[in-house]
């Protein structure tokens, strides 16, 4: 009996100390919100990054663009291999990347030695001791025109309610053996968001056609940010249109097609209908959109995180000399 009564001091103790030790993280994390981290690491959302390729490839840019747009979770550097491989096994002109850490961006651009990377920080509050996710585009080509566009998020009063709330759920898991650190505390704070557009080349009959590539990753639907950052969006690839200029836009868009087609088809977008893409909802979210007569849209299976990538390929006309497909 007295053994028993000792164990469950012990556990009593246990947890004691392990809200301590949490409530006191999220008091800190909270304080230091309060008194100026909010604005410095808002003040970095939007930031942007050329790298420029360490060793210049041949470039060949025919009849037939093949993009790619993948999630990769905040995974990027350490699945490098793979997204080298899905680059160059399906030959494409551009990879666009959401949810990459910025800590990633300069070991990328070795795994990628011979391309173009793009990046545009999104947030700097969110994993922010990776400095922050962003989205980026890697290409072949020298970019063109490149601009980028931040989508501002909550509050701050309203950052703090959500992660004080956070908090107590992050408390609660802890206690209960759960684990998962501060995940509830951080997703109050992923709150910014950005696009990124670069201009590549593409050959239409005897001539090189500027094609505008535009990539961006928006809040979940049901936080109110979504609300705000959605038509913003919306702007941001208005202006980016252009009559007689292909554009692609692929995008993490956090919301269901219904809601996505409506505002795509005015502006002149189709795309194919999907499978799933969030393997987490088993929801169709992401989305490959262009302005182009002959183009196919569909998911591929791996590389996967808890994403599907979408891939585009969009067809012109070849020389009338030139009969010959990229496959031959």
Request: overall charge positive.
């Amino acid at each position: 009996m007295l053994m028993e009564r000792q164990i469950v001091q012990a556990e009593r103790g246990g947890l004691a100390r392990k809200l301590r030790r949490w409530g006191t993280l999220g008091s800190l994390a909270l304080t230091g919100l309060v008194n100026g981290g909010w604005h410095h690491l808002d003040g970095k959302a939007g930031n942007l990054q050329h790298i420029e390729p360490a060793l210049e490839s041949i470039q060949r840019i025919d009849n037939q663009l093949n993009i790619v747009s993948f999630n990769v979770h905040g995974r990027a550097y350490s699945r490098s291999t793979e997204l080298v491989k899905l680059f160059e096994g399906n030959d494409l002109d551009a990879l666009l990347l959401q949810e990459v850490r910025q800590n990633d961006v300069e070991p990328l651009s070795a795994a990628f030695y011979n391309k173009h990377l793009v990046y545009v920080l999104a947030d700097g509050k969110q994993d922010a001791a990776s400095g922050g996710l962003g989205n980026m585009i890697i290409t072949s080509q020298r970019p063109e025109e490149i601009s980028t566009r931040s989508f501002s998020g909550n509050s701050l009063g309203d950052t703090i309610l959500r992660s004080a709330r956070g908090i107590a759920n992050d408390v609660k898991k802890q206690l209960s053996g759960e684990g998962g650190g501060l995940r509830n505390f951080r997703a109050g704070l992923q709150e910014d968001r950005a696009a990124v557009a670069v201009t590549i080349k593409a050959r239409v009959r005897d001539e090189l056609k500027d094609i505008r590539i535009i990539t961006s990753h928006i809040s979940p639907s049901h936080q109110s940010s979504h609300q705000r950052q959605f038509p913003q969006l919306m702007d941001y690839v208005k202006e980016n249109t252009k009559d007689n200029q292909v554009t692609v836009v692929c995008a993490d868009l956090n919301v269901r097609p219904d809601k996505v087609q409506p505002e795509m088809e005015p502006l002149g977008y189709s795309t194919k209908r999907t499978g799933p893409t969030s393997l987490t909802t088993g929801k169709v979210i992401d989305y490959c959109y262009h302005n182009h007569d002959k183009g196919n849209v569909w998911t591929l299976r791996a590389p996967h995180s808890d994403h599907y990538p979408v891939a585009a390929e969009l067809l012109f006309p070849r020389p009338v000399y030139d009969r010959r497909s990229r496959a031959e």
